[in-house]
């Protein structure tokens, strides 16, 4: 069997994260208006499927969801126009954990290689340049608003959810390593 293709089970779960994600973002976050009244924060947790993604199936697939999921949320459930910057932030979601994962199994460290403090330092070292600095520069590139007008809000926001999200992960992390022998 050829290691370099995808396993119908990783396409599979693949998939599941991937409209996981599609949900998360789409319905059941909140937009926040910022700078005079423009939706510029989502409240929500739609990139955490993606992250997990990176983790359990590397930076390839982690990528894929991620940019399968932003095209197929903002195809079928717009929420304003179209902008590629956010699709390539949505693979970098799923990029940079799936390289930090490879790396940590590569480590061969025995138990599980997905605590809680190596999780929240992937979530810290994504979300300071993925969403306080890519997303922020995109949406001051759409609303033409400056980018230090947006990033208080975003940094406050994003000061509350990386604990949350790092708690999130590594829970699901291991309830899924144990219940679906990932």
């Known amino acids: 069997m050829n290691k370099s293709r995808l396993s119908t089970k990783t396409l599979t779960q693949a ?3 991937t409209a996981i994600s599609i949900v998360l973002t789409r319905f059941v976050s909140v937009m926040i208006p910022l700078a005079g009244g423009l939706p510029a ?3 929500g947790f739609g990139e955490l499927p ?6 359990l199936f590397g930076p390839f697939v982690g990528g894929m969801v991620g940019l399968i999921a932003d095209l197929i949320g903002a195809w079928a459930f717009p929420q304003g126009p179209f902008f590629p910057g956010f699709t390539l932030s949505s693979m970098l979601w799923g990029i940079l954990p799936g390289i930090y994962g490879v790396y940590l199994r590569r480590r061969g460290e025995k138990g ?7 999780i929240l330092f992937i979530i810290v070292a994504c979300t300071i340049p993925i969403s306080l600095i890519l997303n922020t520069y995109w949406l001051s ?4 608003k400056g980018f230090f007008v947006l990033l208080p809000g975003r940094l406050l926001s994003d000061l509350v959810k990386m604990p949350l999200a790092s708690y999130l992960i590594t829970l699901l992390v291991r309830l ?3 219940r679906v022998a990932l």
């Open 41 to 43: 924060l989502r409240l």
């Open 141 to 144: 590139l759409m609303l033409g």
């Open 176 to 178: 899924l390593r144990t």
């Open 50 to 55: 993606i992250i997990m993604s990176g983790l």
């Open 15 to 17: 998939g599941f994260l």
């Open 112 to 118: 599980n290689p997905f605590t809680f403090k190596r």
